[in-house]
């Protein structure tokens, strides 16, 4: 049943949470999953679906994206004053919350409708081990594409530094952004020769960051008591304004049909982060197809690298950084990573 479904997804989001260190996030959805039979109107596009399918369809984080997105937009005072940063009252914020449902539910209808949109700009220092590991076995410029990218946050990555401990360093040390992580494992090949000759992006609904509502709404699904999440997004956001990031509006499996055969000279890399489980099993099938399409055309002058931080088939955790690399196409663990970016486990040494 639906709501019994709901129930455990609530409260398994928040044993998610507060292992996240969100202990708001943790009480409030602690609270939603006590009163899930209230909110039946919320869910009604995905009765029948099966607690699988509400998992991929990332429902919790939908439903709180949009109670978040109302306490940023000050429309609702107490909502307002219950979340972080002017409050951290979860019991509050649910009451409030609540009201505010039953006043106009069709706001939070409207704002679930979408999947999840959370351009998270840490993914990069899981990424980066990866185009490492590209740039160092093709020794190739890279021409980077990449797929579901929302905001386009992580096409900027050659322009981060990245902060790993004793582990490692990479990147412009006056960069206006670090993004640190923990680090277990050998090295990454950290001084591979990197050169982005070109990069591009597309998402089936790109977030414009210049756009206030859009801006608020990527914000809606940070979460609201993790301060640096925040900060992170804030200053990626006004570097990828300021560098003109576009991404593009298209469909994964057209575009890269299009966009991703091999070209002599580069090493195309395509690369996706926590965007499979939103796809369609049409449209996983078509894009591992028009990838594998292109991978069968790649040539040692012309690789084709594909790139993905996923979480592994059906399940929120762990989250997996694979690589496959044509010629050969041999597909390829190169990391366990946590889903915000905050650690990596490098699994490999190089072959
Ligand atoms: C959870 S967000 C992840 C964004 C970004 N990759 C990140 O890690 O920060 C998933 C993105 O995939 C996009 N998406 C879903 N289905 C898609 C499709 N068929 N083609 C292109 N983008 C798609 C969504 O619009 C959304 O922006």
């Known amino acids: ?38 909110l039946g109107c919320l869910f009604t596009p995905w009765e029948g679906d099966d607690y699988a399918a509400l998992i991929a369809a990332a429902v919790s984080l939908r439903f709180l994206g949009s109670l978040h997105d109302l306490a940023l937009s000050g429309d609702d005072l107490a909502v307002t004053a219950a979340f972080p940063p002017a409050g951290d009252d979860a019991d509050a914020a649910w009451e409030a919350a609540k009201a505010a449902i039953a006043r ?23 990424l980066l081990p990866g185009f490492l590991t590209v740039a ?31 582990a490692g360093r990479w990147g412009d040390a006056a960069a206006p952004l670090t993004l640190a992580a923990d680090w277990t494992g050998p090295p990454a ?80 890399c395509v690369y ?7 796809l369609s099993a049409a449209t996983q099938g078509a894009l591992e197809a028009a990838i594998a399409g292109h991978g069968a055309a790649a040539t040692e002058a012309a690789p084709l690298a594909w790139l993905r931080m ?22 390829r663990l190169l990391a366990t990573v946590h889903a915000h970016g905050a650690a990596v486990e490098w699994a490999p040494p190089a072959p």
């Open 1 to 38: 049943m639906l709501s019994d479904d709901l129930q455990r997804i609530f409260q398994g989001q928040a044993g998610i949470c507060a292992s996240f260190g969100s202990r708001f996030y943790a009480a409030l959805a602690g609270r939603i999953a006590e009163d899930i039979a209230e």
């Open 104 to 126: 106009d539910p069709a706001r939070f209808q409207a704002f679930m409708a979408h999947e999840p949109q959370t351009n998270e700009v840490r993914r990069s220092a899981c």
């Open 136 to 166: 160092a076995e093709t020794k190739l410029p890279l021409a980077c594409l990449e797929l579901g990218a929302s905001a386009g946050l992580n096409q900027l990555w050659p322009r981060y530094a990245y902060d790993y401990g004793e």
């Open 189 to 268: 090949p950290w001084g591979a020769d990197v050169c982005v000759v070109s990069t591009a992006a597309c998402d089936r609904k790109p977030m414009i960051l210049a756009d206030p509502l859009q801006r608020r709404r990527l914000k809606a699904y940070l979460w609201p008591d993790q301060t640096e999440r925040m900060e992170r997004f804030d200053a990626a956001a006004t570097m990828a304004l300021a560098a003109g990031v576009t991404v593009e509006a298209a469909d994964a499996a057209d575009w890269a049909k299009a966009r991703a055969a091999p070209r002599d000279g580069v090493a195309t």
């Open 272 to 278: 996706h982060s926590i965007f499979w489980q939103y």
């Open 310 to 331: 996923e979480p592994v088939a059906g399940q929120p955790f762990p989250i997996e950084l694979r690589l496959t690399l044509w010629p050969g196409g041999e597909d």
